[in-house]
């Protein structure tokens, strides 16, 4: 069995999902404390609250100060359960579909006010259904 070293290989790491579409990165690893036996991963945390809390203390009350200025409430950070992951190579594959599962409030809101305004460019790209490989 490989040793996973869960800083190096997972932590900053990209996410793809099931149809091989970027879907963030790893801003946090949440662990289960069990009686007797070593910590167990949880899940995967995503989100710029997660990585700002991580980066400094200071970061997180300015963003969090900043979104209470703009009227956004601070979401929650979205977590992908441990199970859901595939595989750890270059990125870290993951078994849902981002577009529908995973809260992109930022990329969504860049694409509404921004990417969507220029010409061309919103055309719905069509996601390819991942291959089934036979065992």
Not at 3 to 20: G, K, N, P, S
Not at 38 to 61: H, I, K, N, T, Y
Not at 83 to 91: E, T
Not at 103 to 108: I, K
């Amino acid at each position: 069995m490989k040793r996973l070293q869960l800083a190096r290989d997972v932590l900053d790491q990209q996410l793809i999902d099931r149809y091989e579409c970027n879907a963030g990165k790893v801003d946090g690893i949440g662990l289960e404390l069990r009686d007797g036996e070593p910590p167990r991963v949880a899940f995967l945390d995503m989100g710029s609250d997660v990585l700002a809390r991580r980066l400094s203390p200071r970061l997180e009350r300015w963003l969090q100060a900043l979104r209470k200025l703009i009227g956004r409430k601070t979401p929650e950070p979205y977590r992908v359960e441990w199970s859901k992951v595939v595989k750890i190579a270059n990125a870290v594959t993951i078994d849902i579909d981002s577009d529908r599962d995973a809260p992109n409030h930022v990329e969504h809101w860049l694409a509404e006010h921004l990417i969507g305004r220029i010409p061309g460019a919103s055309r719905e790209k069509k996601k390819k259904e991942p291959e089934q490989h036979n065992q």
